[in-house]
């Protein structure tokens, strides 16, 4: 017969009551790390096309194909079907040559850009026509010619966050190019 005694120092189902209590903690530790690597791998696919992008358009590609490549490229995140989701700016900007630039920052004018995505995001250079400096760039030679990419992606996640609506969604890249010459 198992006497009181025994009962009050018996060990089983000590396990599944830690597991019980811990689970919870167990799922919401798994739930952040799977989170987090969706953010950092979105954030690295945008910043990959806002390079290849700005580099295919460096290299003389048409910016309408450079920017339909750079979509395509970066599916899953930016796709056709979710063009609410994100912008994709192009920019040609051009040093100013009535403005020379012995040192920086030198004055840019925006000559041309194309929108692809329909988010509402407007470049953060500014609009066709404007004088933009950018800091950073030196030794530019009067007219040269720079590309722009600039991606901005509405990040949500597919899964009930935790965070709330206190965070900003929004992630931006921008990346500049100078034309790559063909002589060698």
């Not at 910043?47 to 048409?62: C, K, V």
């Not at 030679?141 to 590309?147: A, I, L, V, Y």
């Not at 921008?174 to 790559?180: A, G, L, P, S």
Request: charge should be neutral; proline fraction near 5%.
């Amino acid at each position: 017969m198992v006497s009181i005694r025994n009962i009050g120092r018996s060990k089983k189902g000590q396990a599944l009551v830690e597991l019980t209590l811990l689970s919870p903690l167990l799922l919401l530790l798994a739930y952040g790390s799977i989170e987090v690597g969706n953010v950092i791998s979105t954030y690295i696919t945008l910043t990959h096309t806002t390079r290849e992008g700005a580099n295919l358009a460096s290299r003389g590609t048409d910016p309408n194909v450079a920017l339909d490549a750079i979509i395509a490229a970066a599916a899953p995140t930016i796709r056709n079907d979710n063009t609410a989701h994100w912008n994709v700016i192009y920019s040609k900007i051009v040093q100013d040559p009535a403005v020379p630039c012995p040192q920086a920052p030198c004055v840019y004018k925006i000559s041309s850009q194309i929108e692809r995505g329909s988010m509402g995001q407007s470049s953060k250079l500014g609009p066709i026509n404007q004088t933009v400096t950018l800091s950073g760039i030196n030794s530019v030679g009067p007219g040269q010619t720079f590309h722009v990419m600039e991606v901005f992606y509405d990040y949500h996640s597919a899964i009930l966050t935790f965070v709330g609506n206190q965070m900003d969604t929004t992630i931006y890249d921008r990346t500049i190019f100078t034309n790559v010459s063909s002589a060698g």
